[in-house]
């Protein structure tokens, strides 16, 4: 089967910094993903990592390990606005047609 | 123009009635996607369209019946759903359904299903 675990909630104060977890056990896959969505929004693309190391975007880091197939997303500097639920997702191959598979997603509560 | 469109945001049926949900984008993106997504759950790939084509089928009941008239629309036919059925429905579009680059979805805000 596939799987992709992460923490269920994580809470951190504004100004931190914050790591939320992903580890994945996938028939395939391509690379990482990370999406955010807002209470009642829709997902939207933070970072993608298909080879191992650190992507960097902005306040937001992306990490992969292929060979513990482990990642995570790094949140700095961390505002109000971050509250939201984070999940990873596998892009996985269906033949002709690659497949997003998403992790079981952390509820990111950001306080004053 | 980054979006995608659906409507209605909100539906409410019974288990006996047929609805329609529609999607819509005008990014020239070749791949759509119905993902179902409950509660503080994440969501759950349904179909793929790959090229007006049905390309994936996550063995999802034949009471759920997708369409692809043109690159740029995709509806999702309903019809006899029960009430665990209840959910919001996201659409979601790439630029392509494989190759190089990120394969990043943009997702539409979804419809939001209650089924009685």
């Known amino acids: 089967g596939q799987s992709l675990e992460q923490p269920s909630e994580v809470t951190a104060v504004e100004g931190a910094i914050v790591q939320i977890n992903c580890t994945y056990q996938t028939s395939g896959f391509y690379g990482l993903s990370w999406y955010q969505q807002h209470d009642g929004g829709a997902p939207t693309f933070l970072s993608y990592n298909a080879l191992d190391g650190l992507e960097e975007t902005g306040r937001f880091s992306s990490f992969l390990s292929r060979s513990d197939s482990y990642g995570y997303l790094l949140l700095q500097e961390l505002q109000m606005k971050d509250s939201a639920s984070y999940f990873c997702?596998?892009?996985?191959?269906?033949?002709?047609?690659?497949?997003?598979?998403f992790g079981t997603g952390t509820l990111l509560a950001v306080q004053p | 123009d980054t979006e995608v469109t659906q409507t209605p945001k909100h539906l409410v049926m019974g288990m006996t009635n047929k609805k329609s949900l529609k999607c819509e984008q005008h990014m020239g993106h070749r791949a759509m996607y119905w993902y179902k997504q409950k509660a503080k759950k994440p969501p759950e790939l349904m179909f793929v369209?790959?090229?007006?084509?049905?390309?994936i089928n996550e063995s999802v009941p034949s009471r759920f019946s997708p369409e692809c008239p043109n690159s740029s629309l995709l509806n999702l036919h309903l019809h006899a759903l029960q009430p665990e059925d209840s959910a919001l429905y996201l659409c979601?579009?790439?630029?392509?359904?494989?190759?190089?680059?990120?394969?990043?979805?943009?997702f539409g805000e979804g419809s939001r299903l209650t089924v009685l």
């Open positions: 979601a579009s790439s630029q392509a359904p494989a190759g190089p680059g990120t394969g990043e979805l943009f």
């Open positions: 997702a596998v892009r996985d191959h269906g033949g002709a047609t690659n497949k997003l598979i």
């Open positions: 369209y790959s090229y007006e084509k049905l390309s």
